[in-house]
């Protein structure tokens, strides 16, 4: 079946800084999701992005379907996007691991 | 309702005891997603629905897992003689239309949290 691969497994910020975290897929899809797992569980929608880019705020996001991989872009991080950002593919979601998300005050 | 909710929120059972999810969509929503994570296993599908019918059951981990949907809304995931190895977080997802890939984006419950011991 598909692969997902996440980069970074974890990553430390200080609060205002900027970050990138990176999803690469072993196959076409057509459907790619990233969310945000708070602390609480919660999954949370950020974008749907098969291909393309979108901008939500402070999130940004860049899929390259040719070759297979998503870029998620966090600028001026703030306490409250620590968590897990998960990368996720296909109509029956394969997930990758996830980045864990620090944000230092 | 204004996001697919769950019930319980936690559920703590004896090893052998059958265990019943329920997990109410977005109104509107015809597709219909079970998923589970574990600390080993991370985030798996379980099963989907597109309306009532549940055409890929392959991610139910044994024959003691099942599922059922009536009416096109609310599920049911049922766990018989529920073994330690079942403890996790149960996620129910749903989106539009499995069918119309430009709204298939899936928007989770705040999930079930099983402990079997």
């Known amino acids: 079946g598909i692969q997902v691969e996440q980069s970074p497994p974890d990553l430390i910020l200080q609060e205002g800084a900027n970050s990138t975290l990176r999803c690469n897929f072993s196959d076409s899809v057509n459907n790619l999701q990233w969310f945000h797992q708070n602390p609480w569980g919660q999954l949370i929608n950020l974008f749907y992005?098969?291909?393309g880019t979108k901008q939500n705020g402070r999130l940004s996001a860049t899929t390259v379907a040719t070759e297979r991989y998503s870029l998620l872009y966090i600028s001026s991080s703030q306490t409250t996007d620590s968590g897990v950002y998960f990368c996720a593919v296909s109509l029956k979601l394969v997930f990758g691991k996830g980045t864990k998300l620090t944000v230092n005050p | 309702g204004a996001g697919v909710s769950q019930s319980p929120s936690n559920k703590v059972t004896e090893k052998g005891k059958d265990v019943e999810l329920r997990c109410d969509p977005i109104s509107g929503h015809t597709a219909l997603y079970w998923y589970r994570q574990s600390l080993g296993q991370g985030l798996e599908f379980l099963i989907y629905f597109q309306g009532n019918s549940a055409p890929d059951k392959s991610g139910l981990p044994s024959d003691r897992f099942s599922a059922e949907r009536t009416g096109g809304s609310v599920s049911t995931l049922t766990i018989q003689r529920t073994q330690q190895e079942d403890s996790a977080v149960y996620l129910c997802?749903?989106?539009?239309?499995?069918?119309?890939?430009?709204?298939?984006?899936?928007?989770f419950g705040p999930g079930t949290r099983l402990t079997v011991l």
């Open positions: 992005i098969p291909s």
């Open positions: 997802a749903s989106s539009y239309d499995l069918f119309v890939l430009s709204t298939d984006t899936q928007y």
